[in-house]
């Protein structure tokens, strides 16, 4: 058992569609096929949803300019970081997109953006705070080039690494430049204010329990493009050990009270990130996830999409979206009935064919389902 956990929590990748495939003014949420195995769906002129063999892996982001660019972001879905079946999906997807990158006339880039999570039951936040005391939010102190300053709400610990609070409803501290930096705050508090009950189950998975803490390392300058690299336990370690020196903090708190500019600081490291060969945390076989608004909205808008449009493509996705969890199979079940007679209602002259009905009652039957996954 050890007291802290190493983790990829986002991945971001950028792609060139050098010829506009993924254009999002395609026809809107219909499956369009990438390669035999990915298909997206368009969500808005911002998004898609990108599926490998009909499980949602990833969100396609289109910026502003993607027009004059071609340049898409391919996010992957947090959860999938957590499970034993995720780590599987995500190098099977970057394979096949690799596979077929030249033929769709793609250019996969460097990761975008790659943050590391360490937690850890360490209060990690107490120290830091130590040192941002009264005297460094209400002073300006230029000892010498690289040496502790202050100004409005960014602060200076040492040369190149800067550290500010961000307007979360958390404790939240940033750690070092524009490119790369550490995030550290108490992941419990955070976690009271998302629906993300799966990285809870995680901790708890691997008896990592009371307050956890956590030091997010953010990458977006960089050179990694192995995705294998990023689910091996010892190479996160390294890449965290190598970014430490954000973490190394000058004690600056004596040299502020004795007003000596002649005394010199000693150094404080947070965080030591010692690599254990032998341990590898444990992910998680299923996770339980609770269901938000949006999942309800998406279901809904599936069944009267089916309905005024009963194609296979729509209800796999409906049995892919329900495979998510339990819970949510159980919710599709007790509202499906009512939702189809709202569409009715609100659709008169277009009344669906009661085989098409079936087909949508019969797609979560509980009992089945129990039978299936025992």
Known sequence: MTNYLTTVDTLIMSIKDKDRKLTPSQEHDVNHYLTPKLTYTIKSR????????????????????????????????????????????????????????????????????????????????????????????????????????????????????????????YECYKLGNRTNYFRLYNKTAELETKEKPYQQQYHQENQLTGTVYRAELSLSEHHMTDITQLFNHDHLLSILKRYDKYLTILDIYKKVKDHNKHLKPSKLKLIEFNSTSTYQPTKLEKTTKRITNSQKSYLKSSVYHYLSNPKQFITDTILDYLNINNDLGEYYYHKVESWIKEYKSENPAQQPKQSDIDTLKSLYIPELYMMAHS
Request: aromatic fraction near 14%; charge should be negative.
């Open 46 to 169: 911002y998004e898609a949803h990108l599926y490998f063999e009909n499980t949602k892996v990833a969100r396609i982001e289109y910026k502003g300019n993607y027009h004059l660019t071609g340049v898409v972001y391919l996010k992957y879905d947090n959860m999938l970081f957590y499970t034993t079946t995720g780590a599987k999906l995500i190098q099977e997807t970057d394979q096949e997109l690799r596979r077929f990158e030249s033929s769709l006339f793609l250019k996969i880039s460097p990761f975008a953006q790659v943050d590391i999570a360490y937690d850890t039951t360490t209060d990690i936040l107490t120290q830091l705070k130590e040192y941002i005391v009264s005297d460094l939010l209400t002073h300006s102190h230029n000892i010498k080039e690289g040496q502790p300053s202050a100004t409005e709400n960014r602060y200076s610990l040492n040369k190149g690494v800067c550290w500010w609070k961000e307007p979360v409803n």
